[in-house]
């Protein structure tokens, strides 16, 4: 076997680092477009920040998209998300009541080692032996540790500290001053030895086992809902959330208007101040600044194309799905990302990029642009309707059914059926599946007197 050289004429197609640069800036998502903002703002002398068009100037598109006007709608109104109030942290709060209960100095420590591990539901999910760092290898009494637990219970709300739902839930239904003795027996009777059978739906054992009767057995269940099972969900903070909108939809004057999200991301300019010294120099050769240069043009000409196409997209969005934004979810269309790209003479990986990752901010809350897209399904009289507008109808159906009686998924496919849409029953059943709900038997709940 030899080795040997021979020539080969090829034509191969590859993208210039100009249009390299476009896609990969046009894919991103907005936490991570403002990162790269930043970074190019540091490091690059011919790019600024425009500090005085952020929020009073804003170009905002029309529905129709053929003008546009000067509009000063304030950002408060657009983001349902900037006047939420951010709660404070179950941590930071714990540990400030803590604070007032004046302890010993070991058993202040013991709670707020106990506070630190408590998971974002409030409990206490790990071992007293696992708490405590690797390099100590002090033994705590167990009895320590107990007291140190029932401090945090004492201090926090009802529930927080317990280390599973049992204890959790007998935790707030001992609290309970204005439960009857009588019923707050049955009430912890129910939670250490009958959650299992109501989960399962098995009222007859449940009366047996508890020794009740049916209206008793009623009021426990009744109260047992009112519980908390996650009691440190409210002290989540909506800081960690990373949903940021790329761009808004608003309703004016009888008119729908998309606006970028410029007051996420800064607007950078080329300082041509700066441009114009360096042409000078470079009249008599390169200047090593040149690259710089050349990347904040390119830098400036694809954000300004990033946010065109996203904004085209939009409005694409908009004007094919306007009865979504004027009546809700039962009545999205279908749309694929070829239609739009057809509309808009670009590439279907154009248009797969410029909605992958991004959120558009509306009356009727945050949608990621994936929300808008939607297969179509056959009716009988030989329209089209879109799966999520089935998947509304499931969900409503599900919510306007009795609680005792709940709908099978048998039901739900007559139901549809009856509506004139074409659909299989495990069709039913898995877009059911995909919206986290439940069959009925686990939907089943006791009737209230």
Known sequence: MTLTLQPRLQTQQQLSPRLQQS?????????????????????????????????AHIEDYNEAGAERFQSATPF??????????????????????????????DMYSLSAIIINALDENGYLRRSFNELLP??????????????????????APTG?????????????????????????????????????????????KLKTQLGIDEVQLQYCVTYLRQLDPKPGRQFCSLSSQNTMPDVYVYKQDQQWHIVPNFKAFPKIKINKNYGDLLKKETRSGSHPLAKEWQE??????????????????????????????????????????????????????????????????????????????????????????????????????IDQEAPHAPLSDVD?????????????????????????IPNSKERRQVPVC
């Open 23 to 55: 896609n990969q800036i046009l894919q991103l998502a907005a936490p991570a477009f403002q990162h790269l903002l930043l970074s190019h703002l540091e490091l690059n002398p011919f790019l600024h920040v425009v500090e005085d068009e952020l929020e």
């Open 76 to 105: 408060e109104y657009l983001d349902p998300l900037l006047n939420v109030e951010v709660s404070q942290s179950l941590e930071h709060y714990l540990l400030s009541l803590l604070t007032t209960t004046r302890p010993s100095p």
């Open 134 to 155: 690797d390099d100590i290898d002090e033994v705590i009494p167990n009895h320590q540790w107990e007291h140190a637990l029932r401090l945090v219970q004492t201090i």
């Open 160 to 204: 927080i500290g317990a280390r599973h739902l049992t204890e959790c839930l007998s935790l707030q239904a001992t609290a309970d001053q204005n439960l009857a003795p009588q019923a707050k027996k049955n009430v912890l009777r129910l939670i250490h030895e009958g959650l299992e059978l109501l989960a399962d739906n098995q009222w007859s």
């Open 296 to 397: 904040a043009q390119w830098l400036v000409e694809s954000i300004k194309k990033r946010h065109h196409t996203i904004c085209e997209v939009t409005r694409i969005i908009l004007r094919k799905q306007r009865l979504f934004f004027d009546y809700g979810e039962e009545a999205i269309q279908p749309l694929l990302i070829n239609d739009i790209a057809l509309e808009l003479s670009l590439h279907e990986s154009t248009i797969s990029r410029a909605t992958s990752n991004k959120y558009m901010s509306t009356p009727n809350g945050v949608f990621s642009f994936k929300h808008f897209f939607s297969r179509d399904l056959s009716m009988s009289y030989g329209g089209t309707c879109s799966t999520r507008m089935v998947k509304a109808k499931i969900k409503q159906y």
């Open 412 to 436: 739900l496919h007559h139901s549809l059926l009856a509506e004139d849409i074409n659909i299989a029953k495990r069709t039913v059943t898995k877009y059911r599946q995909q919206l986290l």
